[in-house]
């Protein structure tokens, strides 16, 4: 059954009366105020079609949803580039993009044409439908809520489809990547397939390509909107993990804190998890990706909690790790204090113009020299480093948890700086002190002109800080009657 995160419209008369068009009365109201503007959709459909030029088609589509088990899904989120484009969040919908045109009869004059250029398939209105899993936008409701020039119910795709999308006549044909899962949408798809059997079997001098490549490469750089967006996400993850902080005692269970986190994005407004929680007690906090979350925590156990949440399709990615019973052990404040060191040398180096290589080197650096310092690497070089810092420093975050990459920064670039270390029981050549400490500490940078700012910087990252704030009383900890 269909959960959609995006509820758009509230349908101001009874579900039960037959679906009417605008101009029958049918009226629209979206609950969510700070969406991104219809307006730069429709500016990304431009570019995307002037840069692709008048000799070229495109056709992308939505994501499907995902059967968890039985008639139960899971919650439907939709396929980053269709959303870039369009900003529409149904499933079983088709956009194509023809720079060229097509002249197309007017629906409402049936004297008159329009050359359009972009034309959006979507469900039809289905009143008994939409009793149980949601209103739909309809034809009517995307031309008008989302700013498309033509929209069809999806039923018409397959009779439109050869004279939309005159491919035999383009130099360069844009499929973008089927569905991985099956259901209404493949079936509706059937034309498109046979379009690329078409091209590989019989044409020669159309050229097929994915478009992914040109819409990731726009999503590198954030717009005003994505910005604000990708603030409010990284904010209310930052509030979570204060929360959980107040909230950790001895006695609670990783599941207990990862229910803080989710409560406050929630509350919050935050539709998704923008990953699942990661929080890991003692051995648990070594490992990368921990997910079971099913161990009691004890005193004395350090935490490491990487939870960030999804706001309007915007990612953030926030990891704090902090002591359960409210303070480090020398151990576990000599590992932090390192992680925190690397994390904070990396931070000062993100501005416009700084290699992201660059900026691994300075991680390397600090936590190699840090290691040794402490006696639990022996030599200076990378395969002992990378016994206790595995994995890369940060990416991109945007649309999806892990976005589009670059290499140098420029304004409007978001990056996650997360150094770690984790040193597992019986490590080998380590001082048992050191056992069982995972530490990893994230935050969201968004590099401006004049240099960076920390989109998550409300959640404290200072020993002192995070002590003085886990002796108070969190939201988390209270028993539940």
Avoid at 5 to 12: A, D
Wanted: charged share 25%; hydrophobic share 35%; aromatic share 10%.
């Amino acid at each position: 059954m269909n959960r959609k995160n995006f509820v758009l419209v509230l349908l101001c008369v009874s579900i039960l009366v037959p679906a009417r068009s605008f101009s029958q009365g049918l009226k629209y109201l979206t609950y969510d105020k700070d969406q991104t503007p219809s307006s730069e959709h429709k500016e990304r459909r431009e570019r995307f079609m002037h840069d692709i030029g008048a000799d070229a088609v495109a056709v992308f589509f939505s994501a499907t949803e995902k059967s968890r088990n039985g008639d139960n899904g899971y919650p439907f989120r939709q396929d980053d580039n269709f959303y870039y484009l369009t900003g529409f969040n149904e499933e079983n919908a088709i956009l194509v993009l023809n720079p060229k045109g097509v002249v197309l009869r007017d629906e409402r004059d049936s004297t008159k044409s329009d050359t359009v250029r972009e034309i959006l398939f979507v469900q039809p209105r289905d009143p008994s439908m939409e009793r149980w899993t949601g209103r739909r936008f309809g034809p009517e409701g995307a031309v008008a809520l989302l700013g498309v020039q033509r929209a069809y119910t999806n039923e018409q795709f397959k009779k439109m489809f050869n004279s939309v999308f005159p491919y035999w006549g383009a130099k360069t044909v844009y499929i973008a990547a089927f569905p991985e899962t099956g259901g209404e949408l493949m079936e509706l798809l059937q034309p498109v397939r046979e379009c690329v059997d078409n091209l590989k079997s019989y044409n020669l001098t159309t050229e097929l390509r994915d478009p992914s490549a040109i819409i990731k490469k726009y999503r590198v750089i954030k717009s005003p909107a994505e910005i604000s967006l990708m603030t409010k996400a990284a904010h209310i993850s930052a509030v979570a993990h204060r929360q959980a902080m107040m909230s950790c005692k001895p006695g609670m269970t990783e599941y207990g804190i990862q229910a803080v986190y989710e409560y406050v994005f929630r509350r919050m407004g935050s539709e998704y998890n923008a990953y699942s929680c990661i929080v890991g007690a003692a051995e648990n906090s070594v490992i990368l990706h921990y997910e079971s979350n099913r161990r009691p925590i004890n005193d004395g156990d350090i935490v490491l909690a990487d939870c960030g949440c999804e706001y309007h399709d915007y990612a953030s990615d926030v990891t704090r790790t902090y002591p359960a019973n409210g303070k480090f052990s020398p151990a576990q404040r000599k590992i932090y204090q390192l992680v925190l060191d690397a994390q904070s040398a990396c931070i000062a180096m993100m501005k416009p113009g700084t290699a992201w290589k660059d900026v691994n080197t300075t991680a390397d650096s600090v936590l190699l020299n840090g290691l040794l310092s402490l006696g639990i690497v022996k030599e200076k070089n990378q395969h002992e480093l990378r016994r206790f810092f595995p994995h890369g420093l940060g990416h991109a975050v945007g649309l999806d948890v892990h976005d589009v990459n670059a290499g140098m920064m420029v304004p409007g670039m978001v990056y996650t700086v997360e150094p770690g270390i984790y040193i597992p029981e019986n490590a080998d050549g380590v001082d048992p002190k050191f056992y069982n400490i995972g530490v990893r500490i994230e935050d969201d940078i968004l590099i401006t002109p004049e240099g960076h700012t920390n989109l998550s910087g409300e959640a404290p990252r200072e020993i002192d800080e995070i002590e003085s704030l886990m002796q108070k009383k969190g939201i988390g900890d209270a028993p539940i009657e």
